[in-house]
């Protein structure tokens, strides 16, 4: 891409960071809302609780913390670890698909430790403001 006098970071990089920051949030909110609806199907069905007590019992353990902090913060900050990870490995790669291979693993391990390491920082990050 260089030897055509395309920058790829603009062309690769930055619209995989832009989809994936904006698409992980949006899959953690329909994974919420899916989990959600599931714990009502049990509780009524199985539980034979009602939906109104479900419902009021759900609003009620919700904590506007937990919305923010694992809702809307740490899906973003998991998107730019993820893409970015993905793509630093996948433009270095080599040797054909065997490189792939190995650049996917390489890029899979290391953003997994990544989002354990930023996880624990966001986490400790909001215990500490809620406690001071």
């Known amino acids: 891409m260089r030897a055509l006098g ?7 990089v930055t619209p995989r960071l832009l989809a ?3 698409m ?3 899959l953690t909110i329909i994974a919420d809302f899916v989990g959600l609806f599931g714990g009502w199907v049990i509780a009524v069905l199985r539980l034979h609780l009602g939906s109104r007590l479900y419902w009021n019992s759900a609003w009620q353990a919700l904590e506007w913390n937990d919305v923010a902090q694992g809702g809307l ?7 730019v670890v993820v893409s970015l990870i993905g793509c630093f490995y996948g433009l270095r790669t ?6 792939v291979g ?5 890029a899979m391990v290391a953003a997994t430790i990544m989002i354990f ?3 624990a ?3 400790e990050f909001f215990v500490s403001q809620g406690a001071g």
């Open 6 to 12: 395309t920058d790829p970071i603009q062309k690769l």
């Open 20 to 22: 994936t920051c904006f």
């Open 24 to 26: 992980l949030p949006l």
């Open 73 to 79: 913060i740490k899906p973003l900050v998991f998107a």
């Open 94 to 99: 080599t040797g054909g698909t065997q490189g």
């Open 102 to 106: 190995r650049s996917t693993t390489q």
């Open 117 to 119: 390491i930023t996880d």
């Open 121 to 123: 920082m966001i986490t």
